[in-house]
T-cell receptor, first 111, second 112 residues
Framework: GEDVEQSLFLSVREGDSSVINCTYTDSSSTYLYWYKQEPGAGLQLLTYIFSNMDMKQDQRLTVLLNKKDKHLSLRIADTQTGDSAIYFCAESSGGYNKLIFGAGTRLAVHP | DTAVSQTPKYLVTQMGNDKSIKCEQNLGHDTMYWYKQDSKKFLKIMFSYNNKELIINETVPNRFSPKSPDKAHLNLHINSLELGDSAVYFC???????????FGSGTQLSVL
């Protein structure tokens, strides 16, 4: 069935890089996504990658996709305190934008 | 000007009551969703409407009834509220099939 898994917690020092990992099961997903949720707010799309790509870079964000292992990662360079949030990995399954979300990784950035 | 707005932001009610949550989007999107986020932050789709037509209906109790009077609005009515319904409910909208969802800020429902 459809399943997306992520580690639940990551703590990094300000200025270091953060790497958030995700594994998914639906190999037919056309796109894979990273959403960010700040406290008390809804999710916002950070970035997404098409399934025939293996890397996408967008300013401080780098997404790596290993389709063979069904592994997706999000790297945030020079992590700042404003990056503290919950990061959700998602795959599209079954069309109609039916996104399956992971449980979210809580990123804590400390001085 | 908020893109996806839902009301109320907080809803505290007794078990057995009936309540509604409203959602409106001003992005001109064709598709709207309801998601439920539990206390562990796990997010699961409940319903999706495309141009007022129900297209996704996950295994949600029939006490939950969505209504879309037009493509800019998707409301959620819940009958006979139960303790387990306590969660944050998010409305979202999108256009096309790229999975770019725009979320509202959520309605925190607490059933006592």
């Amino acid at each position: 069935g459809e399943d997306v898994e992520q580690s639940l917690f990551l703590s990094v020092r300000e200025g270091d890089s953060s790497v958030i990992n995700c594994t998914y099961t639906d190999s037919s997903s056309t796109y894979l996504y990273w959403y960010k949720q700040e406290p008390g707010a809804g999710l916002q799309l950070l970035t997404y990658i098409f399934s025939n790509m293996d890397m996408k870079q967008d300013q401080r964000l780098t997404v790596l996709l290993n389709k063979k292992d069904k592994h997706l990662s999000l790297r945030i360079a020079d992590t700042q305190t404003g990056d503290s949030a919950i990061y959700f990995c998602a795959e599209s399954s079954g069309g109609y934008n039916k996104l399956i979300f992971g449980a979210g990784t809580r990123l804590a950035v400390h001085p | 000007d908020t893109a996806v707005s839902q009301t109320p932001k907080y809803l505290v009610t007794q078990m057995g009551n009936d309540k509604s949550i409203k959602c409106e989007q001003n992005l001109g999107h064709d598709t709207m969703y309801w998601y439920k986020q539990d206390s562990k932050k796990f997010l699961k789709i409940m319903f999706s409407y495309n141009n007022k037509e129900l297209i996704i209906n996950e295994t949600v109790p029939n006490r939950f009834s969505p209504k879309s009077p037009d493509k800019a609005h998707l409301n959620l009515h819940i009958n006979s509220l139960e303790l387990g319904d306590s969660a944050v409910y998010f409305c979202a909208s999108s256009q096309g099939d790229l999975g770019k969802l725009f979320f509202g800020s959520g309605t925190q429902l607490s059933v006592l």
